[in-house]
């Protein structure tokens, strides 16, 4: 039998064509592009590889395989966000855990039957390489009029060969209030003129805009906006930007469409407030990926996501999230060492 790629053998990466430095950074690893235009990359004894349809992970002990186009909205959010809060599962074998300021990649590691069989393997890497290089992965891997923040109904293929780039749509940043959308000096409400439309699922939606009138003196502390028309204008998915911080407060509002690209595993509680339509999330152990719960969440809906779960959610059509977090540093060692517990609160 012959393949049709060349780097993802079933004997791991060819090692050889390696090269050891990249035009775009010199902590990236990588090769020469394949036969489909795409170039091969490594990290530690981790080989990425795509063709047409597929990535290709190989590691020591094992290998494995996902849909492109998964793996792209998955490798997008974890660079977007930073490697975000605990662990991003891009699905129940490959992920990340977050140490803020090194990061674990690893295989099989959160997967019970990978560890029984010794399958898993993980390392350790600073923050700067692992973030260069999925940021050239991305790069390299993205064609043109594919968006992996986008939902699939606004979106082109990520399939075929090599075929130009969307550096605009995968390099964009995450909008983060320092303080509150609207306030002078920080994020602005958005509009039609500031190139963000009314979403097609949101054409429902009221745009009208609070009046403030603040005392003079304190033009620079009060302000108000429209949460619902701010949303109803995301051009992304699964993407929760900061609204508003308050110390370590973070609202987190997004919009969801389709599939959160990426198995959350949580290292701290995180509230949810269904601010519209439905999500239904499938919530499991984090360690172990067995079954905890199934969640429906309709509009009106508030759930708290304990520390010790991972889920992921399905939304049938766009619908708006509130994601509030805490963003202390402290959370994860003090809910490690028992002293406060996985979920913020208890019932009966
Ligand atoms: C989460 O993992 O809590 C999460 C991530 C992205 C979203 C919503 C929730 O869009
Ligand atoms: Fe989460």
């Known amino acids: ?29 990588s090769t020469a592009a394949n036969k489909h235009g795409y170039r091969g990359f490594a990290l530690g004894a981790f080989a990425f590889a795509r063709d047409e349809y597929f990535a290709y992970i190989t590691w020591p002990t094992g290998q494995h395989v996902m849909s492109v186009d998964t793996f792209l909205r998955a490798i997008q959010r974890d660079i977007a966000w930073d490697f975000f809060y605990g662990i991003v599962n ?24 990978y560890r029984k069989a010794e399958l898993d393997h993980m390392e350790n890497v600073e923050t700067p390489i692992i973030r260069d290089t999925f940021t050239a992965i991305i790069k390299d891997w993205t064609n043109e009029g594919f968006d992996p923040f986008a939902s699939p109904a606004e979106t082109g293929s990520a399939f075929g060969p090599k075929s130009g780039n969307n550096d605009a749509a995968v390099t964009r940043q995450r909008v983060t209030a320092a303080r ?53 204008r995301s051009d992304v998915t699964w993407n ?7 110390r370590d407060s973070l609202m987190c509002p997004t919009t969801e469409e389709y599939i959160l690209p990426i198995i ?18 499938e919530v499991e152990d984090r360690d172990t990926g067995r079954k905890r719960a199934t969640v429906v969440a309709k509009a009106g809906d508030v759930a708290a996501m304990p520390a010790d779960i991972r889920h992921q959610g399905y939304s049938p059509k766009r619908s708006m999230l509130l994601v509030w977090e805490n963003n202390s540093g ?8 028992g002293q406060v517990k996985p979920q913020p609160v208890d019932f009966g």
């Open 264 to 281: 959350h595993g949580n290292d701290r509680s995180e509230w949810f407030i269904q601010l519209s339509d439905e999500i239904t999330w």
């Open 90 to 113: 891009f699905d129940g074998v490959f992920g990340t855990m977050n140490h803020y300021g090194n990061v674990d990649l690893f295989a099989g590691r959160y997967n019970d039957a």
């Open 330 to 337: 402290e959370i994860p060692e003090l809910i490690n060492s």
């Open 180 to 232: 509150m959308v609207g306030l002078p000096g920080d994020e602005q409400p958005r509009s039609d003129d500031s190139g963000f439309p009314v979403n097609r699922h949101f054409l429902d939606v009221s745009q009208q805009e609070p009046q403030v009138n603040p005392e003079p003196g304190y033009e620079d502390r009060v302000a108000a906006f429209s949460l619902k028309a701010y949303l109803s």
């Open 1 to 29: 039998m012959s393949t049709d790629t060349a780097a993802p053998t079933h004997n791991g990466p060819d090692e050889a064509a390696i090269a050891v430095a990249d035009a775009d950074s010199s902590d990236v690893t």
């Open 240 to 246: 929760p930007s900061v609204v508003s911080v308050c």
